[in-house]
């Protein structure tokens, strides 16, 4: 199998992956801000495009957000969120210390703010943005789908349900079946690294 096929088949599986298992239980839709935001699409891939060109390895960054955002509490944005006094958010939980550009997010979110206020959920830019950098990287373009509602909730303790690195395969299996998540899912979003960089 040619290079590029192998490319577009995980990046086909990542798409299937990110549409079937990680939407929320709420009934989503892929014109859900057609009529209240129509152009939260175009802000979310002009400001992940201009990220991308300032910084290379926002996309990789991104696409891992997304991921780990989803794998704890459902795509609910709660990654987002800042630790206060009183809770140490996922934030800061020892496997997303090295999750970066969230500036992206912010900035997307202050634009979405100034054009409809009160209207377009984090949890729905991070998707977007997630979309955007698998179609900039090479891969395909898929509707997101949308209506997400961002979590309220936190917790950096929760992070400990991310797999580490040092997981055996059975291990993984274990873990990703524990989410609803089977084999092919865990292919593809173990290939969803070969979009970033190795130390």
Known sequence: ???QDTKNL??????LLSIAVFSCQAALDTHYYDQTCPQ???IVAQTVRNASIYDSKSPARLLRMFFHDCFIRGCDASILLDSTPGNKAEKDGPPNI?????YVIDDAK???E???PHTVSCADVIAMAARDV????????WSVLKGRKDGRVSKASDTTNLPPPFLNANQLIQTFAKRGLGIKDLV???????????H
């Open 40 to 42: 939260a699409e175009y």
């Open 188 to 198: 593809a979003l173990s290939g969803a690294h070969t979009l970033g960089f190795s």
């Open 10 to 15: 995980f990046l086909s599986a990542l798409l």
């Open 98 to 102: 090295s999750v970066r550009s969230f």
């Open 134 to 141: 698998v179609t900039m990287t090479g891969g395909p373009y």
């Open 114 to 116: 100034k054009a409809c």
């Open 1 to 3: 199998m040619a290079a």
């Open 110 to 112: 202050t634009k979405l």
